[in-house]
């Protein structure tokens, strides 16, 4: 069974720090993975995919991929208040199935 | 990334009775996909909406409960029928553009059984 690991949380950051959030997947095969942030009461947001081992930025945000450790990370640097919300991972496996699945989100709270 | 329009945004229900909620996309999507949020927890998918056949449901979930009409491209409902207590959940509605491109979910619908 396909698993997306995520440790719940909640994180506290004070503004201006780097938040870390990491994500461990069980399916092996899994190509594409992405980070949702979605804040209490709204629907998730996508803010970063990525495919490839390494590192892609956008902004503040850089994901981190490790394929070969099944890891998957968000780091948000100079982190505002506004960034607090909860963040989800997901990873696309395919095989034939388009859906992703999601792990159950980690809560950031950044401290002004 | 494509728009998304899902309603109703809420609605609060008695039990026993139905709920249809819709989702109309600005353009045509391949993917489309249905799921629960359940409170404080992650997205669970119920099924996923295939155009001109039958939608496919994950383990858990079947179309007598929730049936699922895909009648083209850009448009796809969801019923949550005979509602319980247990229903009461966010359902939201997901097209894909492309794996890569990760999907865009709607504003979901906050159902409340009473």
């Known amino acids: 069974q396909k698993e997306v690991e995520q440790n719940s949380g909640p994180l506290s950051v004070p503004e201006g720090a780097i938040a870390s959030l990491n994500c461990t997947y069980s399916?092996?095969?899994?190509?594409?993975f992405f980070w949702y942030r979605q804040y209490s009461g709204k629907s998730p947001e996508l803010i970063m995919s990525?495919?490839?081992?390494g590192d892609k930025e956008d902004g503040r945000f850089t994901a981190q991929l490790n394929k070969a450790s099944q890891y998957v990370s968000l780091l948000i640097r100079d982190s505002q208040p506004s960034d607090s919300a909860t963040y989800l991972c997901?990873?696309?496996?395919?095989?034939?199935?388009?859906?992703?699945?999601f792990g159950k989100g980690t809560k950031l709270s950044v401290i002004p | 990334s494509a728009v998304i329009s899902q309603k109703p945004s809420r609605d609060i229900c008695q039990r026993g009775t139905s709920l249809t909620i819709q989702c109309q996309v600005d353009?045509?999507?391949?993917?489309m996909f249905w799921y629960r949020q359940q409170p404080g927890q992650s997205l669970t998918l119920i099924a996923t909406?295939?155009?001109?056949?039958?939608?496919?449901?994950e383990s858990g979930f079947v179309i007598d409960k929730f049936p699922i009409s895909r009648p083209n491209l850009t448009f796809s409902t969801l019923t949550v029928s005979n509602m319980s207590p247990e229903d009461s959940s966010i359902y939201l509605c997901?097209?894909?553009?492309?794996?890569?491109?990760?999907?865009?979910f709607g504003s979901g619908t906050r159902l409340t059984v009473v």
């Open positions: 997901a990873s696309y496996s395919g095989a034939g199935s388009y859906q992703l699945t």
């Open positions: 353009s045509q999507v391949t993917m």
């Open positions: 997901s097209v894909g553009q492309g794996v890569r491109n990760g999907y865009t």
């Open positions: 399916d092996r095969v899994s190509q594409s």
């Open positions: 990525i495919y490839s081992n």
């Open positions: 909406a295939n155009q001109g056949s039958e939608a496919t449901y």
